[in-house]
């Protein structure tokens, strides 16, 4: 008896698959609506005290992950024989650019807008510099606007190539050109998984300058528990199926034979059911981790100071304006043309001043100095910049929302 036969025999039962089988789309499933229950009530509660419109619109935006990632995984799950997976996971992955995005604009938004970013660092010497950080040839060199846009643009760049792949991936599986784990040159497999890589490894190499750049101005906002709650869901998640392709290839995953021998479910189909069902399990653990990272207290709080009542009535029509506000993308449509358009790379941006209902002292006086209305600009290189640093105290970076 020949190998292919011996593996038959082994597999000749769907049942005897653990991934085919109904207890792991149970469990996958149990984990799911688990997600999903503890997400909505989170997105429920940041619109249900939505007293600081410009952080939480890329909040919700962020926690939108957990439904989509973990309710496509499943559905992927549970089309497990047919190529129906590709189109969802096309879906999930168009929106996993989103939430990187959204949450680099989270962290503009806490410390001020990309103005007050500059007034903080703008002439202090880029760190580190070392080869381990792959900033080696930053040494000697201060932070400009120049490298702010730089970190803005590695994100944005993410977003762009995302959504134009998952496009070009279903137009080769439609063609039969596209199979998961495929690594032969003349499929489309090996081609999207080394555009989506360098991107991948671009927008977190620009996450990851921002983030030692901006360190110590964050630190009033636990930046350490979002960073880590965002990059797991995005990048782990990411190399998690790489790595599970890569086991593919060496054997440790085998296709699904039926009774004859034949292969009817390729090696990368099954890897990749594998990393939807790994998905729908991690998607709890994410969902936990981030009600705890973007928590809600903080917002209710001002909505409690800036109202007599303990919070504006809850209806249909509350809730639906302020989950139409975060969804819609005219501003992220801007902040492309901001950021990409040569007319705009010698300038910055200063941001809107009102970022609650009541008006601070020093941070709105310090916002206010620089801006009257969104998209105004000031020139780096030949006006002087009006915004007053502050970086004597880290917490007048900006907090949630002024009080």
Known sequence: ?????????????????????????GIAGFFTWAALLITSHHIYQHLRWYSCPSEQRWIVRILFIVPIYSFDSWLSLLFFSNDVYVYFNSIRDCYEAFVIYSFLSLCYEYLGGESNIMAEIRGKPIRPTNYWTFTCCLAGKQYTIEFLRFCKKATLQFCLIKPVMAFITLLLAICGKYHDGNWS?????????????FSVSLALYGLFLFYTATRDLLSPYSPVLKFLTVKSVIFLSFWQGFLLAILGLTSAIAPIYNSKGEEVISTGTVAAQYQNFLICVEMFFAAVALRFAFGVSAYADVHSVTSN??????????????????MNPKDIMQDAIHNFHPQYQ??????????????????????????????????????????????????????????
Do not use: W
Not at 1 to 25: E, P, Q, W
Not at 188 to 196: D, H
Not at 370 to 386: D, F, I, K, L, V
């Open 1 to 25: 008896m020949n190998t292919t036969t011996d593996v038959a025999s082994l597999l000749m039962d769907s049942g005897d698959i653990f991934i085919r089988s109904g207890a792991a789309k």
């Open 185 to 197: 040159m003349n499929e489309g497999y090996f081609y999207t998984t080394l555009v989506y890589n």
């Open 309 to 326: 009542n303990e919070g504006r009535p809850v209806t249909l029509q509350s809730i639906s304006s302020s989950l139409k506000e975060t």
């Open 346 to 403: 010698q300038y910055t941006q200063h941001s809107n001043p009102s970022r609650s209902n009541v008006p601070s002292s020093s941070n709105d006086e310090r916002r206010l100095a620089g801006s009257n209305s969104e998209g105004n600009y000031a020139s780096m290189s030949t006006t002087p910049n009006p915004v007053t640093s502050s970086s004597s105290n880290p917490n007048n970076a900006g907090p949630l929302c002024d009080l």
